[in-house]
């Protein structure tokens, strides 16, 4: 079983019934998380209730991307005292924010840092951890394992990077804020739906699964600016929804409501 399930679909903050961004990847019974921000941690232990996760990615330390990684580290450090530490990519700005919130406590009894961006082997992944433009330090993450790859955005401005991050992929999730304004702005840390699209149709990958909407936006409409330059796959991120990977057909093999 090669698979991913997005916990939360929002940028910025909530909408009722849904979370901020996080997606839970299953490949063959290895358990990684790949962001944890608002309301993601209640979702993931519905999935897997224990909290037994083999490793924790983040992108970057806005708390829409981060913050439930502080209910996983209680969980670790009150739950299972003296338990094996979590392996933890991120940047090193992610912990800083989190040891503001225990400041008594040294979160390296519970994680085992590894800091992005940067390059390792987790697991059945080779990881990548690209820099790309944000208002903070954001790595794009692409894990690939038996010939197939899986690419995340984070948060990211317009750049040619974001075409390696994805080259090639089964699945490339990109962020598709649409903040209004924002390709006015002098500075681009965003994106909108249409560029999202684009940078997918650069970087060739298979389907495109966007996320990261401002709360309020629309969502069809989202997906419908992206299919004009993608020319693949288009799918709205949303809460329960999961994508197997790597199978000729997984376009469409999704489904709603799963428990993995
Ligand atoms: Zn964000």
């Known amino acids: 079983m090669r698979q991913v399930t997005v916990l939360g679909s929002c940028g910025a903050f909530p909408e009722p019934g849904r979370a901020c961004s996080g997606f839970a990847v299953d490949w063959n019974g290895y358990r990684l998380v790949l962001g944890l921000g608002y309301a993601t941690l209640p979702r993931l232990l519905t999935h897997w209730p224990d909290g ?27 739950g299972r005292p003296g338990g094996p530490r ?67 955005s984070g948060d990211t401005g317009p750049t040619p990077a974001l075409a390696e991050l994805g080259r090639g ?3 490339f999730i990109v962020e598709a804020t649409d903040r209004d304004g924002e390709t006015s702005r002098p500075t681009r840390n965003l994106l909108t739906s249409t560029e999202a699209g684009r940078w997918a149709r650069r970087a060739g990958a298979r389907r495109l699964m966007l996320t990261h909407f401002w709360p309020g936006n629309d969502r069809e ?32 093999a999704c489904r709603r409501g799963a428990r993995a």
């Open 52 to 78: 037994a996760v083999d490793a924790v990615v983040i992108t970057h330390e806005h708390p829409d991307h981060c913050v439930d990684l502080h209910g996983l580290f209680r969980m670790r450090f009150y």
């Open 86 to 152: 979590l392996p933890l990519y991120c940047p090193p700005g992610v912990l800083d924010r989190l040891s503001g919130l225990e400041p008594d406590v040294d979160l390296h009894t519970v994680f085992e840092l590894h800091p992005l961006p940067g390059s390792y082997r987790v697991g059945p992944f080779d990881l990548t951890g690209l820099p790309l433009p944000h208002f903070v330090p954001n790595a794009g993450i692409r894990l690939q394992a038996d010939g197939i790859a899986l690419a995340y």
């Open 169 to 171: 992929a089964d699945l």
């Open 221 to 252: 409409a989202a997906v419908a600016a992206a299919q004009v330059d993608f020319g693949g796959a288009v799918l709205a991120a949303e809460e329960e929804l999961t994508l197997m990977l790597g199978t000729p057909d997984s376009g469409c």
